[in-house]
């Protein structure tokens, strides 16, 4: 027997695929140097720290193994490639697959989340992919982004294939686009910048100037001629819709989970919730069919936990928002639940805020760099903090965990801020936990669990003297 049978088998590979994949498994292993210890260790840790009980759960974790192949091969395998930075903007990914006459023609997605998602959370193998990127021009010691330092690794390390065109984040964050800058000189491929301006004055999202929006238009219309010019696509208002039509199943599905993650006793681990964060975000390729598939499976499961009253943590436990779970650590994930906490959402997964009226913009760069302006993170650090502020309406909880990236930007100058206006303007207790989601050595778990315990336990007298105070007005 092939020495991955058991664990693709524990992350329901059916015997048929496992055979007719053969070639593909066997080349993607060797190119990452991972053997049959490793597949051990794989084995372990995902029966450890995800509940392989669920078969939704399992999938969703094959489904990753599946985006791994696709990214590692695409070269081979004769694709364009085509990288997006973290996060993406909107639908552009499928967008570009709208586009292309045959979607296999083209590998898009961010290859740093594929990679930390599984070298981190399955072999617990990320950091000579850190080294790597630190030593090929993102230092250790200088609070670089560890989710960049990945990528830079990855390509220094010939893991993942040197793109066609990356298309940098500098409508998000500063790091990202300088980091592309230097891999564009390293390793020489074409960049697209898509610049913005997230100086909006405090006070006027949902307002926003139009002269941003023009600006992220402009933007925005010049990635798509490069994208005729290099590779003859057309990106239109209606393709854009195809794009968003691909991922119509996967978000329909994600949202029926989410609302059962709403129950009390919450019925599903930060863990496990973690693996769906980046389908929508990191891939367009598995993901769309065989990841809705999973993620519709772990919803009628989990819906079946909610009618027999089974959570993680015990009916009644204080509840949380987390901001981010760790992508490359799932120890890290369990944490918040091993103190009692319950976790009935978290940012990615809260619901938009009903958009205003739009401003009758004529190009479709400019139509989406508007839409953009009304989530809230690409207008600025107001509109990201309003934007959790409307959505608690959508998710009960007793307090908020903002754990943030420490060295990304845009996470790091809203975090006091958040805390300061969510405290405010609604009485929800935040603790600011600083973390990294893809580098175990910024941070001790002994700390951080000291830190979870001191809050949750304050969260716990809260309820307690509340429910108090209930009985008493009885
Ligand atoms: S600094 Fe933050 S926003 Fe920028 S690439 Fe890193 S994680 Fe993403």
Redo the contacts with the bound molecule.
């Keep these: 027997m092939a020495y991955y049978h058991e664990l693709l088998k524990l992350c329901a590979f059916d015997e048929t695929e496992i055979v007719s994949q053969k070639e593909r498994i066997e080349r993607t292993f060797q190119i990452l140097e991972l053997g049959p210890a490793d597949m051990e260790k794989a084995v372990a840790r995902i029966q450890k720290y995800f509940d392989t009980r669920l078969m939704g759960v399992r999938k969703a974790i094959g489904v990753w193994f599946k985006e791994l192949f696709d990214l590692i091969l695409c070269r081979y395998e004769g694709k364009k490639i085509i990288y997006y930075?973290?996060?993406p903007f909107q639908y552009i990914g499928l967008a570009i697959k709208a586009a292309a006459k045959s979607k296999n023609d083209f590998y898009v997605g961010c290859p740093e989340a594929i990679v930390s998602q599984t070298l981190g959370q399955f072999f617990h193998k990320l950091v000579p992919v850190l080294e790597a990127g630190e030593g090929a021009g993102l230092p250790p010691g200088h609070a670089m982004?560890s989710?960049?330092q990945v990528k830079v690794g990855a390509l220094e390390k010939g893991i993942i294939p040197i793109p066609d065109l990356s298309i940098a984040?500098s409508y998000?964050?500063d790091?990202?686009p300088k980091?592309d800058e230097l891999m564009q000189y390293k390793y020489g491929y074409p960049v697209e910048y898509i610049d913005s301006c997230l100086d909006s004055p405090w006070g006027l999202w949902p307002e926003y100037d139009h002269e941003t929006v023009r600006y992220l238009g402009a933007q925005l219309d010049k990635l798509f001629c490069t994208l005729k010019n290099m590779f003859g696509i057309e990106i239109n208002d209606y393709v854009w819709q195809q794009g968003r039509l691909i991922a119509g199943r996967l978000y329909k599905a994600i949202n029926k989970l989410t609302r059962y993650l709403t129950a009390d006793p919450v019925p599903l681990g930060v863990a496990d919730s973690e693996l769906i964060l980046n389908f929508p975000i990191g891939c367009t390729g598995s993901v769309m069919d065989e990841g809705a598939e999973a993620i519709e499976i772990l919803a009628d499961e989990i819906g079946k936990r909610v009618q027999k009253g089974i959570g993680v943590v015990s009916k009644g436990s204080p509840r949380v928002l987390i901001v981010l779970q760790s992508i490359s650590d799932p120890a890290v994930n369990r944490l918040i639940e091993d103190v009692g906490l319950a976790v009935p959402t978290t940012m990615a997964l809260l619901p938009p805020p009903p958009e205003p009226e739009s401003y009758p913009f004529s190009t479709l760069g400019e139509k989406r760099a508007e839409k953009a302006m009304f989530g809230g993170a690409y207008h600025s650090t107001y509109g990201m903090v309003k934007r959790i502020e409307a959505s608690l309406k959508y998710a009960h909880v007793d307090g908020i965990i903002y754990n943030y990236?420490f060295?990304?930007?845009?996470?790091v100058c809203s975090n006091k801020l958040t805390k300061l206006h969510i405290e405010k303007e609604t009485g929800l207790p935040t603790l600011l936990l600083d973390m990294d989601p893809q580098d175990e050595r910024n941070y001790s778990q002994g700390s951080m669990r000291t830190r979870l315990e001191a809050f949750a336990e304050m969260l716990k007298q809260e309820k307690l003297r509340h429910k108090k105070s209930d009985i008493k007005s009885l």
């Design positions: 930075g973290y996060p982004c989710l960049l984040t998000f964050c790091m990202g980091a990236p060295s990304c930007r845009p996470f």
